[in-house]
């Protein structure tokens, strides 16, 4: 665990040797990347091994493709790419006022940045953003979740064996360290979370003016279009939601099927558990709930709905939650009413329910309705059906015919809008939100600055023509 003060000491120190050294080289950014991606590919069983100690259960394949090869995967594009990056953008400045001079974009580091971590996925969203956080030339303190202890403990350690504290640290602790760390005065802070703590990180960050971005939740709809209703969507859209049995941010929260197709989906549904995944909830590809609270929750929505509406269909339906590693089946909930707090609140769990909708404007008012969400997902054959949806709706990102693609890419800026968050990482648009995007002028030769200098003539003409 650290203590505030600890906290405190490492972020002077880091600011302190910022001040001093300036921005990293791209040379210099190059080599902290493919540090980075050494670190993860070499602890690879130790990351496998603190996944499965903190979720009880956790498929390998998904530590892999995800916390592992994802990040290792993003420093490389960065490495690539970051001379193209970090380029100054020329801007055009007018001859005829300022001569020979010479106008920029210059991309520099913000400095020291903060990294405030969920538990979901713990090194992708702490070590995936400090990719672009090091491309930018940045410093950086993470703070992994306190319901991800063994996974916060193996980052302190591998990031301790890697980078000096003075460049990159972990910090480990509980609530107490939390709210101090939204309290520091950073030159950045990245908060991914909760709406609602994502609330009160911004107003922390407020009181010292520092920048945010927020990576929210919410929740994300599928559209299904009347000629989409099959075994392959409903596959998709299955196997999303298996993605950590719905503990992830982009996974689909609802759907909204054709009204004469809701009992074929529902069949569907069961006949990929069945056919492709039978026992699927007491398998090593179920990943366990986080903790016996977030299981607690996930069974109280299921209950109240079930009192309420009594439409609850388990795709496995013999099949039992195990407390011991907190495996839980996957649930439909078909046409459930709207006061139910399955759709009020982000489900982030193996809930899946399904609304009717008679006409896809139906579909759309009842999505835009809703808070603006992290991610849409539209499954049309008719890619002008695709692209009605897509443009009368607003998500942070989207994907067609299916689901959290938009997540995987090192190259496509990722993030939220409105309550599901601002700001990107990822990509050029991730470099560019940790980089301080300066204007600068160098000034040439046969300018009119002379001009303003007093005393102060009339406008000359040529500036008025
Ligand atoms: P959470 O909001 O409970 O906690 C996130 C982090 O905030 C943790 O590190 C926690 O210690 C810290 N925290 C808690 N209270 C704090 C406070 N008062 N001040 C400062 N920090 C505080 O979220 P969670 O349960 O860990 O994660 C689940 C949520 O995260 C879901 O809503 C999910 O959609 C969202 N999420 C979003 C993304 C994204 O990229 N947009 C990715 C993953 C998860």
């Not at 306190?146 to 193996?154: Q, S």
């Not at 709706?393 to 015919?401: D, H, I, K, L, P």
């Amino acid at each position: 665990m650290t203590s505030v003060s600890e906290l405190h000491e490492i972020f002077a120190s880091q600011k302190a040797a910022f001040g001093q050294q300036g921005a990293p080289s791209l040379d210099e950014r190059r080599a902290h990347l493919g540090a980075l991606a050494q670190l993860v590919v070499a602890n690879r069983s130790r990351i496998r091994a603190a996944m499965s100690a903190d979720f009880a259960v956790h498929p390998e394949l998904f530590t892999d493709l995800i916390e592992v090869l994802g990040v290792a995967g993003r420093a490389a594009y960065a490495a690539e790419q970051l001379a193209q990056w970090a380029a100054p953008q020329e801007r055009e400045a007018d001859p005829g006022l300022f001569g020979s001079a010479r106008a920029a974009i210059s991309y520099q580091p913000k400095g020291v940045v903060g990294n405030i971590v969920p538990w979901n996925f713990p090194f992708d969203l702490s070590l995936g953003p400090l990719v672009e956080m090091l491309a930018a030339g940045n410093r950086a303190i993470i703070k992994p979740s306190e319901f991800t202890p063994a996974c916060g403990e193996l980052l302190k350690d591998m990031i301790a064996a890697t980078f000096d504290p003075d460049h990159v640290a972990v910090v480990t602790g509980e609530l107490e360290l939390a709210t101090a760390f939204a309290a520091v005065r950073w030159d950045h802070l990245l908060y991914t979370g909760s709406p609602e703590v994502g609330r009160k990180v911004a107003v922390a960050a407020a009181q010292n003016l520092v920048p945010v971005t927020l990576e929210l939740g919410g929740k994300n709809p599928a559209i299904v279009n009347e000629d989409s209703v099959d075994a392959e969507t409903v596959g998709q859209i299955l196997g999303a939601k298996m993605i950590k049995n719905g503990q992830m941010c982009i996974t689909v929260d609802y759907c909204l099927v054709p009204r004469a197709k809701m009992q074929e989906f529902v069949d569907l549904a069961h006949k990929h558990v069945v056919e492709r995944t039978p026992g699927y909830s007491t398998t090593a590809d179920c990943t366990g709930i986080i903790s016996e609270r977030h299981l607690d929750r996930l069974t109280g929505l299921l209950e109240e709905a079930g009192k309420k509406d009594g439409q609850v269909v388990s795709l496995e339906p013999d099949a039992k939650i195990d407390r011991s590693t907190r495996q839980m089946p996957i649930s439909l909930v078909v046409d459930p009413s709207d006061d139910l707090a399955l759709m009020r609140e982000e489900i982030f769990g193996p809930i899946l329910p399904i609304k009717p909708y008679d006409s896809v404007d139906e579909a759309l008012a009842y999505v835009n309705a809703g808070e603006r969400p992290l991610a849409l997902y539209v499954f049309s054959k008719d890619n002008s059906v695709a692209d009605y949806v897509l443009d009368r709706t607003t998500s942070g990102g989207a994907c067609v015919n299916s689901c959290a693609l938009q997540g995987a890419l090192p190259s496509l800026g990722f993030g939220g809008i409105g309550q599901s968050g601002s700001g990107r990482h990822h990509g050029i648009e991730g470099f560019r939100e940790f980089s301080n995007p300066r204007g600068v002028v160098r000034r040439g030769e046969n300018d009119l600055v002379e001009a303003l200098l007093p005393p102060y003539g009339p406008l000359a003409e040529a500036v008025v023509t």
